[in-house]
């Protein structure tokens, strides 16, 4: 007879309650768009409701700027993410692959970076983009969420890891940099490449902040800022904000459940490098 394993158990047990207590908000916010207002505001614990009601996702879709804003977060999220792929690929490469002054010094900045949290950039890229004039434009909300180090130092410890003979025999064939770097590096890493940029959709995608601090237009809005637009005049309806987070947490969701793969590959990749 196999032997009882307790901290086998105790850790399923531990690893059950945390799937619990991470499910029940999100249960509870879901089940909470399905009832009438006034069972929501009701007094006591009612895990389920009387009535069932899809009226709070009728007034999002109908009241609401919902479809505008969902088109804002999708034009803005793909940008950040091609342009973010690009510029990191192209760093990565140029910082592991070519010999120019300065390179070492580049190098250790982008490690640096790792010590400056966003927020606290959040005053200069204001003041830089009112500058500018790009405050409600898209130019203002896309190009502060371009600095993401961390795509840069994974793209360069994975062609540090290319053997140096297929860069050789390219260079023999007279290719230029670029076609190297498309037609050899980046078919060589596609998975990665993959990786990086589904987390950095979904990363655009939930942005709030900044599309916060530099939207005040309700036309520019993403869907995670325009949601706070979402009131009554009778105060807030419970049902009908808690519907307009489950739609716009919707697209997030399914994206991780078709790529959860390569989500988790590339939060791995990403912890690997801050470790």
């Keep these: ?5 307790l901290g086998g158990a105790i850790l399923a047990v531990i690893t059950v309650l945390s799937a619990i207590v991470w499910a029940f908000p999100l249960y509870w916010g879901i089940i909470t768009t399905l009832k009438p207002e006034f069972q929501v505001v009701e007094p006591g614990f009612n895990p389920w409701p009387r ?7 009728i007034h999002i879709l109908t009241h609401t700027n919902i479809g505008l804003w969902y088109l804002n977060s999708l034009m803005t999220s ?7 792929v690009l510029m990191g690929a192209g760093a ?27 927020q606290a950039l959040i005053v200069n890229h204001f ?11 898209w130019l203002g909300v896309i190009l502060p969420q371009l600095i993401v180090p961390v795509v840069v130092i994974v793209y360069k410890q994975f062609f540090d890891s290319v053997p140096k003979e297929f860069r050789e025999a390219a260079v023999m064939d007279s290719a230029s940099e670029f076609r190297m770097l498309f037609k050899i590096f980046l078919p060589m890493n ?9 987390i950095t959709f979904i990363g655009a995608w939930n ?23 979402v009131h009554d005049a009778f105060g807030v309806q419970y049902a009908r904000e808690l519907a307009a987070a489950v ?14 793969r390569r989500v988790t590959q590339a939060i791995m990749l990403s912890a690997g490098v801050k470790g």
């Design 1 to 5: 007879m196999k032997a009882f394993d």
């Design 51 to 57: 009535t069932f009601t899809l009226e709070a996702y």
């Design 247 to 260: 739609l716009a947490g919707l697209p997030v969701a399914i994206v991780y459940l078709i790529f959860q």
């Design 207 to 229: 942005a709030f902040l900044w599309p916060f601090l530099i939207t005040t237009k309700e036309e520019m809005m993403n869907v995670t800022v325009g949601i706070t637009q």
């Design 127 to 137: 003041v830089l983009m009112s500058q500018f004039k790009l405050i409600n434009s």
């Design 78 to 84: 793909l940008a950040v993410t091609v342009l973010v």
């Design 190 to 198: 596609w998975g990665v490449t993959t990786a990086l940029a589904i």
């Design 92 to 118: 990565g490469y140029a910082i592991s692959q070519l010999d120019f002054p300065g390179r070492r010094i580049l190098w250790f900045m982008i490690l640096a970076s790792f010590m400056v949290p966003i």
